[in-house]
């Protein structure tokens, strides 16, 4: 299983951003993906969740109404748009598949490397 990040950056307060996540090694149309994110000193957060064929979307509180998680099953691809980004998105974001409910997932297998959100003030 290999998971691929990328699109972080370095961007302003309001600023945006786009990640994307390629994924291989496993049936990607058959499970939930999901976004997590660390920032310095914190533990992993769930940050937005997309069922296996898209029906279903869940984010958490902090970030509702900024960011849209979306996939490409065609690509094994996973996205985050990030809008509106403040300083406290900062972070180290991973991708991943989970299985169970949002408010219970399990991530299912290895973390990738991430990719670094950095907004300044």
């Known amino acids: 299983v290999q998971l691929g990040e990328s699109g972080g950056g370095l961007v302003q307060f309001g600023g945006s951003l786009r990640l994307s996540c390629a994924a291989s090694?496993?049936?990607?149309?058959?499970?939930?993906m999901s976004w997590y994110r660390q920032a310095p000193g914190k533990g992993r957060e769930l940050v937005a969740a997309i069922s296996s064929r898209s029906v279903m979307t869940n984010y958490a509180d902090s970030v509702k109404g900024r960011f849209t998680i979306s996939r490409d099953n065609a690509k094994s691809t996973v996205y985050l748009q990030m809008n509106s980004l403040k300083p406290e998105d900062t972070a180290m974001y991973y991708c991943?598949?989970?299985?169970?409910?949002?408010?219970?997932?399990?991530?299912?297998?290895?973390w990738g490397q991430g990719t670094q959100v950095t907004v300044s003030s």
């Open positions: 991943i598949r989970i299985s169970g409910p949002f408010t219970h997932a399990v991530p299912l297998g290895s």
């Open positions: 090694g496993f049936t990607f149309s058959l499970y939930s």
